[in-house]
């Protein structure tokens, strides 16, 4: 989504006056200025696709709340990113995400460097309020290497974005619809069997949860390295 | 046990709050009033149920401590799979002497293990698995001074 | 071809149709076909033909004739008569019948409210023309608009034409037709689209299919129009695949169009082209929303995504597109023929024209419907519609389908327009009207639609994933009277959340049903749960 | 037009094959097509399988998981052939809904011991439901095979399955 003329304007986030480019997003120029806005399936260097939700912000004047990760600053806007009604939509969210699959942060991999759990802790969730779903849903450990545990994933997809844009495989993507959708690899295979699969462990590191991870690693062992992503990212817009 | 991490902070707990009912103290019965209770673990089976039930009746401000009372955490796992399936597992597939389900002593299982707040109306969480001791400390001494604690600084789910 | 060319076929085609002393007309929509009016169609050419009158009786097929629930339906012109529940064993009475007087014990009435009080621009030429014949729709001044148009209109002229006529959308929201256009004319680039939506996926709602089948060539003219307004050279039309007939009827009326040379290069010897390829869905409600049917033209998942940018800025293949429904374009060769001021007096000044209902459930009198805007509620319910069956109560009427909401009596006075809907609770939506009497449960109907939403949620955001089917297991408890006051609760704060934070319109409007059914019948929830 | 990719041959010499390539000609190889493909493949043979996934994805330059994700989104398009004599169709639109198309539905599982979606044990009937078959003004709608019963109930709908099973035998 990038947008040819490039203007300078100004805008207002949270009562301060901020300078952006025309091109950048809300939560881009959030960042910049060190305003934290809640986000799981948004990553720097790959594709939005704002669906968490959470990064939703108010703009004075619209009674429509904006994704930060999808909207262009524009001269003159008044942002709102934390409030009341903005903080119980997270928390609902966040319960949503919990709700649906089996989350259990004490015995997972990720524990204590997972970004759901830590969006729950920030944004004060102390107990989900819906019914869990409990949902019986497999776990491949078919690679060589790395395991997938779809009882953990958020179908941010993260793992399928940074597959096709930055690697170019294109390995993963989502299949179904609704509640019953689920990441897999090539027509559903074992991943370990994917013949388009270069191993290289990318999508383990952007996981955001404990679905993705390298075999070996005990509970709250599993840290991701992303350093990579926006240096790739770069180098991918200059060759295209 | 991480209640007990407390260390000497028991102490001022213990000069402004009486322990009345307690697996540490020797009462079999639930008293008829008190202002707080902590609850552990995730309701399982009919005898937590009924337990529970009689527990929000008797208390005033009612606390879920640790994961298992809040998520279900991992006991909530068998919930994948139907009461049936898992006593089939457990007692007969994993039993090769004598293999029998047992009906007596054991209280019989509910079909889904049950977070507390799902039975019983809860009044403070404190998630943690366990929860360190500094959270229930803070909760404990915002509880006594009549606050209602908010504990995202000193713990999470799994922490 | 040449602008005289279409007149003169007109002329030929209407000159010809004064030769037949009788013209049957039978109903072969959707409709009526499952009724098996294709074996009245085909005993009544054979018995017309054994008895020798060919030469002057012809036995036609056409579109919707309108009343659904009566069908199959047949027609006598130029008499007027109209016939109902025909049988095949009914063919050697009626075409003997021609002769004399009519079949009385088959003839439904004319003089009721449901074919006085309809006004008909959109569906003027269903049950009149032969949908598969293009020189039945020049008959009827087809092409007229598109005529005109390209030769003595400026595409902005067409535009303000549009924008006079106060024509809004008819896919659901009612956004100003004239504006939207605006916007994709203004649009920079050499690569423009016109999709014509026809993805219509509201359970209960047939009112795009049988438009379709009836008279798809308005469907074209209109694209075409659209196309030299915005300066479009393609146009795609996306429908459903469970609408064989339709697609049957309109990629037939597309190959005779080219051949005629109305749409394709130099449409009438002047500069403009414009192309139309049929792209069919494959069963995904959620690709009525616009940036999910782009996905879908383009072969990929139709997962909506965040708007902006617009369709109108970028749309299939990131190009300007200008997305209308099957009702709207329907809509633009009259407005072109007739002019956008006619148009506009037409209904009620904030909502101008006629909107087509498909009119189901407990009511007399069920089938396809065109009513001028600002028409009461009621008026559709207990004139049109002729009221409820087997003396039970109305109780409510759905509009919007599962983006909608449901209407009780007290509000039935109000005036049928985008804005006093929305007041109520429910919206225009496409057109799909299902009455309930006092039998309903207004809970059941709630869960009815969550559930449907839910299987039809795309499965991209959360909100809208995760939040339909928590509601529906809350609406299923309430409904199997095993809810407490607090699931009550949650059940709206859910709605809240869902609504106001799904990434697109299927989410937003998910909750809807309940929430209009929780205004409205709160006495029915309450009754079910346990205190 | 795709001139990268080397066409491959199709992965039998069942004619059918022609009619996916023809479809796939027709909009010049372009990934963009990969739907109208799925559905002439589906219109073809019934199913899509693997074989047929693979043949596409190297035909159009599509990805394996891309096609996957596609197919199993819309649900016109099935990965597994249905294999039953008959198809019994029941509409639950709103309108059919309204009018007791789910008592007959119900009805129809009982006595036939079958779910929706599924076929019997004895692979006689196939049992699926529609969002809407739009017959609104003649719900509830039933389509048995090719026919449509309409105004439908419970009884002659059972009735009329009962026929045709025992017309077979």
Not at chain 1, 136 to 162: G, K, M, W, Y
Not at chain 1, 180 to 201: F, K, M, R, Y
Not at chain 3, 486 to 493: A, K
Request: charged share 20%.
């Amino acid at each position: 989504m990038s947008r040819l003329s490039q203007q300078v304007v100004t805008l207002k986030i949270d009562g301060r006056d901020v300078g952006a480019r025309s091109n950048e997003t809300i939560l881009e120029v959030a960042h910049e200025n060190d305003i934290n806005i809640p986000s799981l399936c948004s990553v720097e260097g790959l594709s939005v696709v704002g669906s968490c939700r959470l990064c939703l912000v108010e703009v004075r004047g619209t009674s429509e709340l904006v994704s930060a990760c999808s909207t262009y600053v524009r001269e003159g806007m008044d942002i709102v990113t934390h409030s009341e009604r903005l903080s119980h939509y997270r928390q609902t969210i966040l319960s949503l995400f919990f709700s649906e699959r089996n989350h259990l942060c004490a015995v997972c991999v990720s524990n204590n460097h997972c970004e759901l759990q830590g969006q729950a802790q920030a944004l004060g969730l102390s107990h989900v309020e819906v019914a869990y779903r409990y949902p019986q849903l497999p776990v491949d450990a078919s690679h060589e290497r790395f395991v997938i545990d779809h009882n953990r994933c958020i179908l941010c997809t993260r793992c399928v974005r940074v597959c096709d844009e930055i690697e170019r495989a294109h390995t993963w993507d989502v299949a179904g619809r609704g509640v019953q959708a689920l990441v897999i690899t090539d027509l559903n295979e074992p991943w370990g069997s994917s013949e388009t699969c270069t191993s290289c462990g990318k999508c383990v590191q952007v996981c955001p949860t404990g679905a993705l991870f390298e075999k070996g690693k005990a509970v709250a062992e599993m840290s991701r390295r992303r350093r990579f992503l926006p240096y790739l990212a770069k180098t991918k817009e200059k060759s295209s | 046990m991480s209640f007990l991490d407390l260390d000497e902070r028991l102490i001022q707990i213990a000069e402004k709050a009486s322990l009345v009912y307690s697996p540490l103290v020797d009462i079999k019965t639930f008293p008829d009033w008190v202002d707080l209770t902590l609850v552990e673990g995730a309701v399982s089976n009919m005898e937590d149920w009924e337990k529970i039930r009689n527990v929000r009746q008797h208390t005033h401000t009612l606390v879920s401590l640790g994961d298992c009372a809040i998520t279900g955490n991992v006991p909530s796992m068998r919930n994948q799979f139907s009461a049936n399936a898992v006593l089939e597992r457990s007692y007969h597939e994993n039993i090769e002497l004598y293999p029998q389900i047992p009906r007596d002593m054991v209280p019989h299982l509910l079909a889904r293990v049950r977070p507390v707040h799902e039975v019983v109306k809860v009044d403070v969480f404190i998630p943690g698995c366990p929860p360190p001791a500094d959270a229930i400390f803070f909760a404990l001494s915002e509880l006594l001074e009549g606050r209602t604690p908010d504990l995202s600084a000193y713990t999470r789910f799994g922490s | 071809m040449m602008p005289e060319e279409l007149t003169e076929l007109a002329h030929k085609e209407q000159t010809d149709a004064q030769q037949w002393q009788h013209q049957i007309h039978v109903c072969t929509a959707t409709g009526c076909l499952s009724a098996q009016s294709d074996q009245v169609y085909t005993a009544l050419t054979r018995e017309v033909r054994d008895r020798g009158m060919d030469k002057t009786c012809r036995v036609k097929g056409v579109g919707c004739l309108g009343l659904c629930s009566a069908g199959p339906l047949v027609q006598v012109n130029p008499a007027g008569t109209l016939y109902q529940h025909v049988q095949v064993d009914d063919v050697p009475e009626l075409v003997q019948s021609l002769k004399h007087s009519p079949v009385e014990r088959l003839v439904c009435s004319t003089d009721i409210p449901f074919f006085q009080q309809q006004v008909k621009i959109v569906l003027a030429n269903a049950g009149n023309i032969d949908p598969e014949r293009i020189e039945e729709y020049l008959a009827v001044d087809g092409y007229q608009g598109l005529l005109q148009a390209v030769t003595e209109m400026t595409p902005s002229e067409v535009i303000s034409e549009v924008i006079h006529s106060g024509l809004r959308g008819r896919g659901g929201a009612g956004y100003p037709t004239g504006l939207k256009w605006t916007t994709v004319a203004k649009a920079d680039s050499h690569q423009k689209y016109v999709i014509c939506n026809a993805d219509e996926g509201d359970p209960g709602a047939f009112m795009d299919r049988n438009i379709l089948e009836s008279d798809p060539h308005c469907i074209i003219e209109g694209m075409a129009i659209a196309g030299y307004a915005v300066g479009a050279t393609q146009g795609y039309i996306y429908v459903r695949s469970e609408y064989p007939l339709a697609i049957k009827r309109l990629r037939n009326a597309l190959r005779r169009a080219e051949r005629l040379g109305v749409i394709g290069n130099n449409i009438f010897e002047s500069a403009f082209r414009f192309q139309i390829d049929v792209r069919l869905g494959a069963g995904a409600f959620v690709c009525g929303e616009e940036t999910a049917l782009i996905a879908s033209i383009e072969g990929r998942r139709g997962n909506p995504r965040p708007r902006p940018p617009y369709p109108a800025e970028a749309g299939l293949w990131g190009q300007p597109t200008l997305i209308n429904n099957v009702e709207t374009l329907a809509n633009i060769p009259a407005i072109l023929r007739n002019g956008g001021g006619w148009f506009a007096t037409i209904g009620s000044s904030q909502s101008t024209g006629t909107k087509v209902f498909a009119l189901t459930g407990k009511v007399n009198h069920g089938g396809l419907i065109e009513v001028p805007m600002g028409m009461s509620l009621r008026s559709i319910v207990f004139d049109i519609g002729g009221g409820i069956p087997n003396e039970l109560a109305f109780k409510a009427m759905q509009t919007g389908g599962p983006s909608g909401g449901c209407i009780p009596e007290t509000h039935l006075d109000m005036p049928t327009e985008y804005e006093t809907l929305n007041q109520i609770g429910s919206i225009m939506g496409s057109g799909g009207i299902i009455i309930m009497d006092e039998t309903s449960s207004m809970v059941d109907v709630a869960r009815f639609y969550m559930e449907f939403c839910q299987d039809e949620s795309c499965g991209k955001c959360v909100p809208c994933r995760v939040g339909t089917a928590q509601l529906a297991t809350l609406l299923t408890k309430i409904a199997e009277g095993m809810a407490t006051p607090e699931d009550l609760i949650l059940l709206e704060e859910l709605c809240d959340v869902v609504k106001h934070t799904s990434l697109c319109g299927l989410g937003q409007s998910a909750p809807n049903p309940v929430l209009s059914t929780l205004r409205f019948f709160r006495h029915e929830y309450l009754a079910h749960i346990r205190q | 037009m795709k001139t990268d990719i080397a066409r491959i041959p199709p992965p039998s010499d069942d004619k059918r094959w022609r009619i996916i390539d023809t479809t796939m000609r027709r909009y010049g190889y372009d990934s963009h097509c990969l739907i109208e493909t799925l559905h002439s493949v589906q219109e073809a043979f019934g199913s899509l399988d693997d074989q047929a996934m693979h043949y596409i994805s190297a035909t159009l330059g599509v990805p394996l998981s891309q096609i996957y994700g596609v197919a199993t989104f819309y649900h016109l398009f099935t990965l597994k052939p249905r294999e039953a004599h008959h198809t019994c169709v029941i509409c639950v639109g709103t309108s059919c809904h309204i009018k007791g198309g789910a008592t007959i539905l119900s009805a129809i599982e009982k006595t036939f011991r079958v779910k929706a979606g599924q076929t019997t044990a004895d692979g006689t009937l196939y049992l699926q439901t529609a969002r809407c078959l739009g017959s609104c003004g003649l719900a509830p709608v039933v389509v048995l095979n090719e026919e449509t019963l309409s105004k439908a109930n419970q009884n002659n709908v059972i009735q009329r399955i009962q026929e045709i099973i025992r017309h077979d035998a």
